[in-house]
């Protein structure tokens, strides 16, 4: 109660729209504290300071707890990476909106986006137990911070990370479809899967290298019906970051696989492996397939690019991290 006294006072000395630092104006502030008195729970509550000023012990901290929930289960860490990636795969470099900056996913509207299916019942709640333990880290950063350790974790590459991503409002969600699909256009892969990518990624500032590196992560997980519709693993190994989705996408027989669901290949009829239309278009158009052949060749190399490139994902349109 003193404090939104204290608040209450601050905000009627101050012009309407005058900052206070940390995103605060006398609306903001205004809006809080009438909300509050009347017992309201704001979504769009007052902006989090930066996470910068975290002390390192907590950081370290949060990571032992991810590393811990990922080794009662590996299953859980390509589920992290997923919501890494999809936390920051909302970005446009054009409007300079969207991406991991704001943690905007742990919002309902955000995870009703397609894209977005079972992330509300898997990898949200489970960063959101160890964000009340850290509760100093921002979403944002504890959601990149989880791609980061699982990818390591699970035997992929060390990912640079850096802390400093302030959570934002729901008026900061971006709208659905930034989000790339497994298949556009016909059924099956074509050109216009390729050129969806493309669209997809450029629009975040990627080239056609750092597109093919990021599908690498696709070693990792599975494809579930209740989520995407889409069903089963890419590789034998699935909790293993390794090079086999190039090998594999390289060279099995991939043929479409007949069941009610949508298309999707397998690998031989009846084959316990599947890849999605949008997989099957890198192999498909020749400047894709370029990579394609130098990661299934090079497993040090597609270690390295990829690193680079989803340390890139998750700073996208963030400043001053540290």
Same mark, same amino acid.
């Given at each position: ?6 608040l +209450? ?12 630092? *940390?995103?605060?104006? &006398? ?33 370290? $901290? ?25 936390? /920051? ?5 054009? /409007?300079? #909106?969207?991406?991991?900056s704001?943690g905007?996913?742990?919002?309902k ?6 894209? %977005?299916? !079972? ?8 960063? $959101? ?22 990818v ?9 990370? &850096?802390? $400093?991503? %302030? ?13 790339? %699909?497994? #298949? ?13 990518? &493309? ?10 290298? !750092? ?5 690498g992560?696709?070693?990792l997980?599975?494809?579930?019906t ?14 293993? *970051? ?5 090998t ?11 069941? %009610?669901?949508? *298309? ?8 316990? +492996?599947?890849? +999605? ?7 498909? #158009? ?11 060749? #090079? ?24």
């Amino acid at each position: 109660m003193y404090f939104r006294s204290v608040l +209450l006072l601050l905000a009627t000395l101050l012009p309407l729209s005058m900052s206070w630092g *940390f995103g605060l104006t &006398r609306r903001s502030v205004m809006k809080e504290v009438v909300a509050t008195s009347a017992g309201i729970t704001l979504t769009t509550s007052l902006p989090r300071p930066s996470s910068a000023a975290v002390p390192s012990s907590e950081i370290e $901290g949060a990571k032992t707890e991810i590393v811990n929930l990922i080794k009662s289960d590996p299953n859980k860490g390509p589920t992290l990476i997923r919501l890494a990636w999809h936390s /920051s795969g909302t970005y446009s470099k054009l /409007s300079k #909106d969207g991406g991991p900056s704001g943690g905007t996913i742990r919002f309902k509207d955000e995870l009703l986006h397609g894209g %977005n299916a !079972g992330l509300a019942v898997t990898a949200v709640p489970w960063m $959101g137990k160890i964000h009340s333990k850290h509760p100093q880290i921002s979403y944002a950063d504890l959601y990149t911070l989880g791609g980061a350790v699982a990818v390591e974790t699970l035997g992929g590459p060390k990912i640079p990370w &850096r802390q $400093g991503r %302030n959570d934002a409002g729901e008026d900061s969600i971006t709208p659905d479809g930034r989000l790339p %699909n497994a #298949d556009v256009g016909p059924a099956g892969a074509d050109k216009s899967d390729a050129q969806h990518l &493309r669209d997809i990624f450029y629009r975040m500032g990627f080239d056609d290298k !750092g597109i093919v590196a990021l599908s690498g992560a696709h070693a990792l997980g599975r494809c579930h019906t209740t989520a995407s519709g889409y069903d089963g693993p890419w590789s034998p190994t699935p909790t293993t *970051f390794n090079n086999s989705y190039f090998t594999l996408l390289s060279s099995v027989n991939w043929t479409p696989r007949e069941w %009610n669901g949508p *298309f999707q290949y397998e690998n031989g009829k009846g084959g316990t +492996l599947m890849m +999605l239309p949008s997989d099957i278009a890198l192999i498909e #158009d020749p400047k894709f397939k370029k990579w394609v052949d130098v990661y299934a060749q #090079d497993s040090d190399r597609f270690f390295g690019d990829f690193s680079d490139s989803f340390s890139k994902l998750m700073e996208l349109g963030c400043n001053n991290l540290a």
